[in-house]
């Protein structure tokens, strides 16, 4: 796949899984009260580059999570992302994303299987460095041509090689939910 493709691949896995979330999608993060908003989750100056693109968005850039949620619009934020003009940004904000991951993952040698890549890029919104750092530590040890492998990885250590143990029931629960979109593919 060239580089496009294998992005497009990513991005489509992202938005099938829901992984992040849903194009309506808006939570107060988990690192502090800012709004997480769209199908990636996207956090601070990349979710003020998203209400950029959106007509009516900038109004919500800069604000807390509490802000936004005390003032009563938070309907209003989701209704804008939900919308189609919303929709189409995210997906192209997300096409822009992905292209970074697949130079991110490519940097490493022995991630060179289509499908392991897929399912790598499915991973890069939680943190594409934590993510390239991770698999990077593990390319000598483990075959990381191999989808079951790849996935057990990120089933049983990536929580706790991210740091966040907290998260591990939830990152083994996506660590099958991507595996099974991956796997399903028609490459």
């Given at each position: 796949m060239t580089r496009e493709e294998l992005a497009r691949a990513i991005a489509d896995g992202i938005i099938a899984t829901h992984v992040e979330g849903e194009f309506d999608s808006v939570s107060?993060?988990?690192a502090g009260d800012y709004p997480s908003?769209?199908?990636?989750?996207?956090?601070?100056s990349?979710?003020?580059d998203l209400l950029a693109r959106i007509s009516g968005g900038g109004r919500y850039a800069g604000l807390s999570y509490s802000d936004i949620a005390s003032s009563g619009e938070l309907w209003n934020l989701e209704g804008l992302l939900r919308s189609e003009e919303g929709q189409e940004a995210q997906r192209q904000k997300l096409a822009e994303d992905c292209l970074d991951y697949v130079d991110a993952l490519w940097e490493i040698?022995?991630?060179?299987d289509t499908r392991c890549t897929i399912y790598a890029g499915i991973w890069c919104p939680t943190s594409t460095s934590v993510v390239c750092r991770f698999l990077t530590n593990r390319q000598w040890n483990y075959d990381l041509r191999n989808l079951h492998t790849v996935r057990a990885l990120f089933k049983?250590?990536?929580?706790?090689?991210?740091?966040?143990?907290?998260?591990?029931?939830?990152?083994?629960?996506?660590?099958?939910?991507?595996y099974e979109y991956v796997a399903g593919l028609d490459l």
């Open positions: 107060c993060s988990t908003i769209g199908i990636s989750q996207w956090e601070g990349r979710a003020d040698p022995t991630l060179d049983y250590q990536y929580a706790h090689a991210a740091g966040c143990d907290e998260y591990a029931e939830g990152y083994a629960n996506r660590a099958d939910a991507t």
